[in-house]
């Protein structure tokens, strides 16, 4: 029972969204993304499997490449960027499974509120949970591999933010897109991967001119594709979100 | 209890096609193979760039046309678009799989090697796994409705992965040869630049043969399942639309 709530805020506290209008869709937007941080908050569920997922794969991958102290240092940007993607798809998957275990997900559709609106709020919670993700794994990925940071470390931030941005919008799509159907674990990164690989690429070689790895002047000109990248997909992913729910 | 149904016969049209397309791919090989002058630098290797760059520039169409005929079926919902799309979408994973080999049987003498990070190279492999994941995720969902729908989707983000998946492997690095034809002034001799056109022409015929056939059998398929829902239902007379 989704009915519409009569007073300024509802029982939980959420702002009571008016139908409609621009500012009511991004309230909408809001409080999707606000109940999927406050879930997360609550359970940890993800907290706890992402970040030692990516711990993990850190680890076995420096064990997997051996003593080289050089390998390993000019190595830390993919292995960095491979974790999070890694994470992407286990933080998309589990942001519709949680919601579809309970039921939840057919309420929130009954919301009267545009589809793309559900898709803009998960994607907000996916997106902060890999940026703050990308945050703490970029120091302890340069510590352990032996990496330096370069000199225009400003812009690593720029480099999480679009990169983990490209992986959440991709993610978010097809784990929308394969969360009724069978075996979505294994198809999930099959769908996505190919799909990211600009987004991979340009990070991971941006990444590796700011700490230094590269001739620094590059990175620019991977930001840019990344940034493309990301509203290409943020448009197409909003406008064909609701042909992929299943009703 | 069994019913004997008498399979439609192939239209007149396409039996032509289907024909020519078998004469012009045979002139299209003697062309290749006999007419065609040895190049100065790859000398007789530059028979295999006709088949190779024939079916390279086929697959994209197809992924392009896969893409068109998904947008035209959430437009209209009309089963038949679905059919068209999925046509094309086989013929484009199967020429992309042709490019692959081909291209790799071609770059293992002339480069020197069997696999190079190169742009055009890995955007073939990308969209390769991409269609591959089409037809998995087709095979999952039972609702013609949202399996037409969902994989039109998914056409929709093969296509639009296209561009970027260019861009960064040409950035990334390349050592792919520079196109045959470039847009400003044609560096490849006539005959050689004829015998490449006339192929890929042939690889246009035989995709359309193709496709059309494909088309064909998809709409069968598609009658079948209503035949086979209609008397499930018990209701003979009744159509089901879906």
């Keep these: 029972m989704s009915a519409a709530p009569q007073g300024p805020r509802d029982r939980a506290g959420a702002a009571v969204i008016p139908e409609g209008s621009a500012a009511g869709d991004l309230a909408a937007v809001l409080a999707i993304a606000r109940k999927d941080l406050l879930q997360e908050a609550r359970s940890r569920a993800v907290t706890v499997a992402t970040l030692f997922f990516s711990a993990v794969t850190l680890v076995m991958m420096a064990f997997a490449m051996g003593q080289d102290a050089e390998l390993l240092r000019r190595s830390a940007p993919g292995v960095l960027w491979v974790a999070l993607a890694f994470a992407g798809v286990i933080t998309a998957a589990q942001s519709f499974q949680s919601d579809l275990e309970e039921g939840a997900f057919d309420q929130l559709l009954l919301y009267p509120v545009p589809r793309a609106s559900v898709f803009l709020g998960k994607l907000l919670a996916n997106w902060l949970y890999l940026a703050v993700l990308g945050l703490i794994m970029t120091p302890v990925t340069l510590v352990l591999y032996g990496a330096r940071a370069g000199s225009d470390l400003w812009l690593l931030p720029v480099t999480l933010a679009l990169g983990t941005f490209g992986f959440a919008v991709v993610a978010t799509f097809y784990a929308a897109l394969t969360a009724n159907l069978q075996a979505r674990e294994a198809l999930l990164p099959v769908l996505m991967f190919p799909v990211v690989v600009p987004v991979l690429l340009g990070a991971v070689r941006s990444t590796e001119a700011l700490v230094g790895l590269q001739n620094a002047t590059l990175a620019g000109g991977w930001l840019q594709l990344l940034a493309g990248f990301d509203l290409v997909y943020f448009v197409t992913c909003t406008a064909i979100f609701h042909l992929v729910v299943e009703e | ?242």
């Design chain 2, 1 to 242: 209890m069994t019913q004997r149904h008498e399979t439609p016969r192939r239209p007149l049209w396409l039996r032509l096609l289907g024909l020519s397309t078998v004469v012009l791919f045979a002139v299209g090989a003697y062309l290749a193979l006999v007419v065609s002058p040895p190049d100065v630098n790859q000398g007789q290797l530059i028979r295999m760039m006709y088949a190779h760059v024939s079916v390279a520039w086929v697959c994209f169409v197809a992924v392009i046309v896969t893409a068109l005929y998904g947008m035209a079926f959430l437009w209209r919902g009309r089963p038949v678009d679905d059919t068209r799309a999925v046509a094309n979408a086989e013929i484009a994973t199967f020429f992309a799989g042709l490019t692959l080999i081909s291209g790799m049987t071609y770059s293992r003498p002339t480069l020197n090697t069997w696999w190079t990070w190169d742009a055009k190279l890995t955007l073939t492999a990308l969209m390769f796994a991409l269609l591959v994941g089409y037809f998995v995720v087709r095979g999952l969902i039972d609702d013609p409705t949202r399996r037409g729908r969902v994989s039109a989707v998914i056409g929709i983000v093969v296509a639009v992965s296209l561009p970027f998946n260019y861009l960064a492997a040409a950035w990334f690095r390349t050592l792919h040869p520079t196109l045959s034809v470039a847009v400003t002034g044609i560096h490849i001799a006539p005959t050689m630049l004829f015998v490449l056109l006339f192929n890929v022409g042939v690889a246009a015929l035989v995709y359309l043969t193709f496709v059309s056939e494909r088309i064909r059998i998809g709409k069968l398929e598609h009658e079948r399942d209503e035949e086979r829902e209609r008397r499930e239902e018990g209701a003979p007379g009744e159509v089901v639309r879906v």
